[in-house]
């Protein structure tokens, strides 16, 4: 069965510095989303993306935070500069065209700033 | 804004029991409802997805069901064993069909 595959497994990065996660989606699959979940906490949305550009986001997506989709098969998160409070499981997922399917996700990406 | 609250945070049960995990939400129009499987450090896996116009759906020992009226989802499972055990998450899209909201989980142990 096809799957959402995001990299790396886990991030390790200084405060201050930017960081880009990455994620394949499902290969015909139209809507992409990010989700975080900080340790112990809910698992929180982010944004999702469609048409290639932005159709939601919350307010903790800031100006810190972009998304792109740079070839038509990875999806990015990038943070500009990373705080320690953006140590947290991140997940991408994805959703077929029909709006009745679900949401597949990834395996996501534990981002530790230091 | 929808808010997703799951109840009990923790369960403890003897392997072979029936459970039922419950979540409620108090936006009640949402698109549809998913239930996911987390084990610790571990992505999410979807186990049932209930549209907004269903009440329930089964996968092997698993039945989900939707009561949208009163605000309400069970996530149901027979004979538990201890590969069960996981942390539970119901999540609402909302009637938009964008954005997830989830609850805090149900962390579901089944002692052999």
């Known amino acids: 069965e096809p799957e959402v595959t995001q990299t790396p497994s886990h991030q390790v990065t200084q405060m201050g510095q930017e960081v880009i996660l990455r994620c394949v989606p499902i290969?015909?699959?139209?809507?992409f989303y990010w989700y975080r979940q900080i340790l112990g906490q809910k698992v929180e949305f982010l944004v999702s993306f469609y048409n290639n550009e932005i159709s939601e986001k919350s307010e903790i997506f800031d100006d810190q935070f972009s998304v792109e989709r740079p070839d038509g098969s990875n999806f990015t998160l990038k943070i500009r500069s990373t705080k320690l409070e953006d140590s947290a499981m991140y997940f991408c997922?994805?959703?077929?065209?029909?709006?009745?399917?679900?949401?597949?996700f990834g395996d996501g990406t534990r981002l530790s700033i230091l | 804004k929808q808010e997703v609250t799951q109840i009990p945070a923790a369960l403890s049960v003897p392997e072979g029991e029936n459970l039922v995990l419950n979540c409620s939400f108090t936006d009640s129009a949402i698109y549809n409802l998913q239930w996911f499987r987390q084990d610790p450090g571990k992505g999410l896996t979807s186990l049932l997805l209930i549209q907004s116009s269903q009440r329930e759906q089964t996968s092997g020992r698993l039945n989900a069901s939707l009561d949208k009226s009163s605000g309400r989802s069970t996530l149901y499972i027979a004979a538990s064993q201890p590969g069960d055990s996981a942390t539970y998450l119901c999540?609402?899209?909302?009637?938009?069909?964008?954005?997830?909201?989830f609850g805090d989980g149900t962390t579901l142990t089944v002692k052999p």
């Open positions: 999540a609402m899209r909302d009637a938009n069909a964008g954005k997830s909201t």
């Open positions: 997922a994805s959703r077929a065209q029909a709006l009745n399917q679900p949401q597949h």
């Open positions: 290969s015909n699959h139209l809507y």
